[in-house]
């Protein structure tokens, strides 16, 4: 087994930091930590076990349906179709990656989540910085606060959607909230206050479904301190208080609260544009049509967005108003139109055999972090996007293979 080394440590920090590197920068530094572990574990001799590439290949075995479909895909839709196959290729790879490393060296990274956690912060810091400054300085409050302004002011700044940075910042609570056990009372406040302060900037973006997934994390973490609810009465103070103060101090809070009650009713001949729910309804309504005539065999992934793209085209004619182009905003949706009944299924199988692993080792953070993913999948085509696909493809695969007992992960945590 190899022994950790200085060069190591910078490897895991710099692995876990990367995701909010420009999307190049990410890139590299995500593919020249990974071949580093992987050339220390062959150097050192390591014997990976045959079990681990099968369970790598049922991970990534939905990259394999994207590589069949080049040959099989039309001319003029060949091009997208190899563009998807280079922005998927580490949804295959990387689980190959975590099987064949050393599992000191999976432990390492796991060990120094809290440097995710610290780039998470300083990023969200520094985004809504630039928004004030912008807001303040540069525009002079000329223009209304507004959540669209606001998100697009944070993305061009960060180069991260909001989406998938609420992603990072409730995995970043769930971090905080299970692997750091402060002794101290000072310890306990800081740790709080770094929870709250997260939970504001997922608020001031209230990207919807991540919103969910951690109020479902919230509430199993209730569930499993059931025995000491009345030792926890001013957390549920303190949390109200939260919910309290952003809907009357945050605009952008209350703004995308509002536009929930779209949920429940908007006339068919508004502008659905106004309100990104009414948007997301139509959005629903024209993927399940799509997937009403290609549900068993599939349309192809070159095809899609082209189907939806004339679809939206006659949305636009039939309401006289330009509705956009948008893909299908959901990864279950779009594997399963592009690949019929068997995408969908293998996307199935993998979280399922995931969760089914997370459960087994009862392993908090895997589980919260599928959590995150799964239900986020039902809003956002996550894999679509480089960020995406990084971001799911290292951490379902270091959890995956790295999912020791919590006693033995909570034991190597503490030993930092």
Not at 295 to 314: A, C, D, M
């Amino acid at each position: 087994m190899p022994t950790i080394q200085k060069s190591d440590i910078f490897a895991a920090k710099l692995l876990l930091m990367c995701f909010f590197l420009p999307v190049h920068l990410q890139v590299y530094a995500a593919i020249g930590t990974c071949v580093y572990f992987v050339v220390r574990t062959l150097a050192a001799g390591y014997y990976t076990p045959p079990r681990n590439y099968w369970w790598a290949v049922l991970l990534g075995a939905g990259f394999l349906l994207y590589l069949f479909a080049v040959p099989l895909s039309a001319q003029q839709h060949r091009g997208q179709v190899l563009r998807l196959v280079e922005r998927k290729s580490s949804f295959f790879l990387l689980p190959l990656v975590f099987a064949i490393m050393a599992p000191v060296f999976r432990q390492l990274i796991i060990g120094h989540f809290v440097y995710f956690v610290c780039a998470c912060i300083i990023v969200a810091v520094l985004g809504n910085l630039d928004f004030l400054y912008h807001h303040l300085i540069v525009e002079k409050g000329a223009n209304a606060l507004s959540h669209v302004h606001y998100r697009m002011i944070f993305e061009r700044f960060t180069g991260i959607h909001p989406t998938y940075m609420s992603i990072y910042l409730c995995f970043s609570v769930c971090i905080v909230l299970l692997t750091t056990h402060p002794e101290t009372k000072r310890g306990k406040i800081l740790k709080n206050a770094v929870i709250y302060v997260m939970l504001l900037f997922l608020l001031a973006l209230f990207a919807k479904t991540p919103l969910i997934a951690i109020a479902l994390i919230g509430l199993h973490s209730l569930y499993r301190f059931r025995n000491s609810l009345y030792q926890l009465r001013w957390v549920f103070v303190s949390f109200a208080a939260l919910l309290t103060g952003a809907y009357f101090l945050i605009p952008f809070f209350r703004q995308r609260a509002a536009e929930l009650l779209g949920l429940f009713g908007t006339s068919d001949q508004a502008d659905i544009t106004q309100n990104s729910v009414s948007v997301r309804k139509l959005i629903w309504a024209t993927d399940t049509q799509l997937l009403s005539h290609y549900w068993l065999t599939g349309i192809g992934p070159g095809r899609l967005l082209q189907s939806l793209n004339e679809r939206y085209f006659f949305h636009s004619i039939y309401r006289g108003y330009w509705v956009g182009y948008f893909d299908p905003h959901n990864q279950y949706f779009a594997e399963w139109i592009s690949f019929g009944l068997v995408g969908f299924l293998l996307l199935v199988a993998a979280l399922v055999f995931q969760f089914a692993k997370a459960i087994k080792y009862r392993n908090a953070i895997y589980l919260y972090l599928l959590i995150i993913l799964s239900l986020t999948f039902f809003t956002e085509t996550l894999l679509a996007r480089q960020q995406g696909v990084i971001f799911y493809a290292v951490f379902t695969s270091l959890l995956f293979f790295g999912a020791g007992k919590p006693k033995d992960l909570e034991a190597h945590v503490n030993s930092r």
